[in-house]
């Protein structure tokens, strides 16, 4: 079981618990009538869908703007008067009456932030109509740190409150950490990126530069298309904005990848690309399919090889897209292959092949990384699925006409 998968099924027992608070206030309360499902089914789905409802903002981090958005669904889940949400320093959102009492709250927090451990107290003030007497606090913890507390006010000292307060900042803290967990993705994804950019070979940067430079005489139109190519390519890959892009702007970096190296090896290399126009608006990650060609070039030059020849093609496979680079050249022993993939290959190897499937099985599963065949001297062929749809993959807007 994975950490999040773990972390999501911590966070439905808690849930649950504080639903029976909220069962017991509307069945001894009852606000309306329904004809569907049992006072106990209505409660329990009101309470999940409630809490679905809260956890949008909260998966953005603890911050004033996303405690005032979580704030009044929390306090619909425990059925309190009044809540508010803090940080270690500040209240950060008070949702309903009696919003006095968050002048003092910080200094009553004070144990609880240092110990992590809830507090209850009283919170009489001076106004005789105002019905806040009581209040309970439960830390919100992430990572054995407390980021703030989750406060409930009362009329009265409420055992069963104390307990529902509890459990939903133990709920709250687990959307917090699927938050720093989403962060820290982003962050290993940008660190994979930044490593495939160093890849980017500098002798390829160099040839390339000499082979435009070996045009400029004989056939300047030529060196000229081959230079807006080369700099397309180079802004193309080192881009500042987004993890995904789609794939006919990936196609579209390969094809000027290509030019640059056709520029240099001529009729020694060969390339077919067939592309299914259906698939060109997918969306994938970002990087992801230039390593591959890059490989199949080296590989099919590799050695005494005179010729090689490089096919791409990108197929609709119903709800997925199907992208399959091949080459003729020398091949990998299987064995060499699998070291590598487990980024046991060493320096020469390279990072891509693994960087590539780890990203891939990172944002799609386990079922999306590569799928290689080769053997020694049988070439290589990499098949990659990509998904049509997949909730938080999005590309960024084509960055060919970026500045």
Known sequence: MTGTAAAVLLALCP?????????????????????????????TFETLHTASLAAPPLRAGLTEDTARKAAGRLRTLLGT????????SVVLAWDGTGDQHGDPVMDQLSTLLD???????????GDLDCPRRWGVAAPIIVDHRVLGALVAYAPRESAVLARATEEVARWVSVQLELAELDRSRTRVIEAEIKALRAQISPHFVFNSLAAIASFVRTDPERARELLLEFADFTRYSFRTHGDFTTLADELHSIDQYLA????????????TLQ??????????????????????????????????????????????????????????????LRRILRGEGGPTA???????????????GDAYGLVIETGRGAGMKITVRIPKYRAGVHSSPSSHQDG
């Open 81 to 88: 008067d009044a809540l508010c949400l803090t940080n270690r």
């Open 115 to 125: 110990s992590g451990r809830g507090a209850a107290f009283d919170c009489s003030c």
């Open 275 to 336: 592309v299914a126009p259906e698939v060109l608006p997918v969306a994938l990650p970002f990087l992801c399919l230039q390593p591959l060609v890059e490989n199949a070039v080296k590989h099919g030059l590799e050695g005494a090889v005179t010729r090689s020849r490089i096919t791409i093609r990108a197929e609709d496979a119903g709800a997925e897209a199907l992208v399959v680079i091949e080459d003729d050249g020398v091949g990998m022993v299987p064995e060499r």
């Open 15 to 43: 849930l649950l618990l504080a639903g029976g608070f909220l069962l017991g206030r509307r069945t001894a309360h009852p606000a309306g009538h329904s004809d569907v499902g049992t006072p106990v089914e209505r409660a």
């Open 260 to 271: 640059l190296v056709r520029a240099r090896f001529g009729e020694r290399l060969s390339v």
């Open 350 to 364: 390279g990072i891509g092949l693994s960087n590539v499937d780890e990203r891939l099985r990172t944002v799609f």
